[in-house]
């Protein structure tokens, strides 16, 4: 898509909600002193559920009143964490349709493993509540396209996952491209090196509390192995995908934002699984080339072996200017001159982003302030990392046309912007 209809889009959605806020219970139209508590629900409480669960009860002014998982100890456990932190228990459910029900709802985070994103965004929409919504957008570009487009028609606020778009970090190298201290961009390197954990993979019983089939949902289902289950998923094809598409999504998008780019033109990428063969699904070693109207973008990963010899720039994103090179992660970027031996600048600049992400979400919802990273634009981060691993899947170049979202002249790559679900499940994209 491109960039005037992302920007209209975006536009659409803000003014849909600023509308929608003038009738919405704790919005601007609200005068009490002391708002009334926004009250949420959760689907998926695992590690990362639970992490945006304590987020919005540290951002204050909301409770915890439904929660929904497919594993039954997950689910107690969670409610039990919850009660303990906000004096209340929160309902419980395994189908997130029930959830989706809870009277006095208003809005829910998804925090399920990919292919569990798309399905219960749309319900929540259509049931009139706002959604957070972990990164990434979608398992594929058609499910990441319907949901950009239903939250556009919606008038709710929706926000996405990408937390490193409020690191102080990145916001400020941002501000010292903007201001062209460093030159024009040349290059853009970004980096997540690490040495992945990997669980048993013999082919063996689910735990009992665990809804094997429906915890699968619209994927394909794959004997279970715990090296597949909760957490590990994330190396998994069929549901996380690999390591670009999990984390390293993190770093395209902040590179995107930094830059302020829209999609990429071409995606190409290679690399294979050498070190953990027969262990994941997903390359351990991976290269992709993105050629965007700025610069070029470069992602490399290795998971194993990787982060010992320069731990300093495991994980991180290199601007290449005329004038300087940029090297920015989580808590710090250092500003490197030209020339040989020239000193260093390190600006140390720590930031609690995943809590600002959660606070600006429940704010626009209390108030209409569009978040910063709706649907329509966390889609162009998700896309962009799926056409690589297309790009990998098919071992070709991919020219992308953002304009009609589609893949120029290889009917091989484009069958793999879209999934078909797994009976019973439909997928949004009737196309």
Not at 105 to 120: D, F, K, N
Not at 155 to 165: D, E, K, L, M, T
Not at 185 to 207: F, L, R, W
Not at 299 to 326: D, Q, S
Request: hydrophobic share 40%.
């Amino acid at each position: 898509m491109n960039e005037t209809i992302n920007r209209r889009m975006f536009l659409g959605q803000a003014a849909a909600a600023a509308l929608a806020f003038g009738a919405f219970p704790g919005g601007a139209a609200e005068k009490d002193a002391t708002p009334r508590k926004l009250k949420l629900g959760l689907i998926g409480c695992g590690w990362y559920g639970m992490v945006d669960v304590k987020a919005a009860l540290k951002a204050g002014g909301v409770e915890l009143i439904a929660l929904c998982d497919v594993d039954s100890e997950h689910l107690a456990q969670s409610a039990a964490e919850v009660e303990k932190l906000q004096g209340t228990r929160p309902l419980t459910f395994k189908l997130y349709p029930e959830l989706l029900a809870t009277p006095g709802l208003e809005a829910v985070i998804i925090a399920t493993p990919p292919q569990w994103h798309a399905l219960p965004f749309l319900a929540a929409l259509e049931k009139g509540l706002h959604v957070y919504c972990e990164k990434p957008l979608a398992y594929d570009v058609r499910e990441g396209r319907a949901m950009a487009e239903a939250a556009a028609r919606s008038g709710r606020v929706a926000q996405i996952g990408f937390q490193r778009r409020q690191n102080k970090a990145f916001q400020e190298v941002r501000q010292r491209l903007r201001d062209g201290v460093a030159g024009r961009v040349i290059g853009v390197e970004a980096q997540i090196h690490y040495a992945a954990s990997i669980k048993d993979t013999q082919p063996q019983d689910p735990p009992a509390s665990l809804d094997w089939d429906l915890w699968c949902g619209p994927a394909p289902k794959l004997p279970y192995c715990p090296q597949i289950g909760h957490l590990n998923w994330r190396l998994e094809k069929t549901t996380g995908h690999g390591h670009l598409v999990d984390w390293g999504i993190h770093l395209i998008d902040a590179t995107r934002m930094i830059l302020e780019e829209g999609a990429p033109r071409t995606v190409q990428a290679a690399g294979g699984i050498y070190h953990l063969k027969d262990k994941i699904t997903t390359p351990d070693v991976l290269t992709a080339h993105f050629e965007f109207d700025r610069c070029p973008v470069t992602w490399r990963h290795r998971i194993y072996g990787a982060e010992e010899y320069t731990p300093e720039v495991a994980n991180g994103i290199f601007f290449y200017c005329e004038k300087e090179t940029l090297f920015v992660t989580d808590d710090r970027w250092v500003v490197i001159p030209r020339g040989k031996n020239k000193e260093r600048i390190a600006h140390e600049s720590k930031s609690d982003a995943g809590g600002a992400h959660m606070a600006e979400f429940l704010a626009a919802v209390r108030s209409g302030k569009p978040p910063s990273c709706p649907p329509a634009e966390a889609h162009l981060s998700t896309t962009a990392v799926k056409l690589a691993m297309i790009s990998y899947d098919t071992g070709a170049k991919i020219a992308w046309d953002a304009a009609t979202e589609t893949i120029v002249g290889n009917r091989t790559a484009s069958r793999l912007l879209k999934r078909e679900y797994r009976a019973p499940w439909r997928h949004p994209d009737r196309g």
